[in-house]
């Protein structure tokens, strides 16, 4: 699958905002498997749908927070979506609340799960717990 150079450059820059270095590491992985997979993520989903105008990327990255915890099956893209909205911005207290948002609608095991990869997220990226604020 032939690259487009515009949505390359702009899925792998993308990419690299979430997590330093994650284009070339998703890259290599990907294309361990199919020549045409990195394309596929890199041109249509960062490039073409994250890197669409209208909702910048700290909103892009809660919503893909909400739809993760809402799956409850996608641990490990959670937690990294959960980082790329930190290091895009995202406060924790405004990421624990899309997770807290997320048990209404997903459920309390899939909002658990939420809670976890959470912590996970903050540690990996040096974030301190937010103080508890309970209701407003």
Same mark, same amino acid.
């Given at each position: ?8 450059? $702009? ?48 909103? $892009? ?76």
């Amino acid at each position: 699958m032939p690259q487009n150079n515009n949505l390359t450059l $702009r899925g792998r820059n993308i990419m690299n905002q979430l997590e330093p270095g994650l284009a070339d590491k998703l890259t290599n992985s990907l294309k361990e498997l199919d020549e045409d997979l990195p394309s596929i993520i890199t041109d249509f989903v960062f490039g073409a749908v994250v890197g669409r105008k209208g909702l910048d990327i700290k909103i $892009r990255e809660m919503l893909t927070v909400a739809s993760l915890v809402s799956l409850g099956n996608a641990h490990d893209q959670l937690e990294l979506h959960m980082k790329g909205a930190l290091n895009v911005g995202v406060t924790p207290q405004d990421l624990l609340e899309v997770v807290i948002q997320m048990s209404v609608y997903a459920g309390f095991p899939a909002f658990l799960n939420g809670l976890t990869a959470y912590r996970a997220a903050l540690a990996a990226t040096g974030h301190a717990l937010p103080a508890a604020s309970g209701l407003k």
